[in-house]
């Protein structure tokens, strides 16, 4: 766990100086939701559900968002600004990923279920944009791009980017 959350703190720091760690540490909102997200998930892996959701319903209060306990978050996460995040239970994300505030990922309503297909999965190095919805059993690709207010409900291929709504992959022009 600690290993994990030492990658965390990577993505917030500029360099290896303690003193940045440090202040990240104590005076991230955003560090502090990754930090409480890794504690839930590692009580919840460990069978002590009654905690993992106690430190979930302390993290929503704290910063305000809303990740589930159970859902599958590799190393390297950065939280920008937690306030409004929603993750369900079955979301599985890749490493070094971005989220900005008021993201939601989960499923959809006519297919909500206890079943791990009805929820998105995302790859590594996936940066989404404010209050981006992902919903449903849909796979997002590595390295790409989610825009703000974007709303994804079909696969897209690693390096994607995509924005609108529904979502589509928009070209990248270059004058």
Known sequence: MFQIIRKDLERYTNGPGLLDKLKISFTSIGFTTVVLIRLQSFLYRHKCVFLAYLIHHLNLVITGSDVLPGSQIGAGLRIEHP???????????????MIMQ???IGVKIIERSQNDHAYPTIGDNVSIGSKASILGGISIGSNSTIGAHAVVISDAPPGSRLAGIPARETENKKK
């Open 83 to 97: 306030v409004g995040i929603v993750i369900g239970a079955g979301v599985k994300i890749g490493e070094n990923c």
């Open 102 to 104: 008021g993201v939601t």
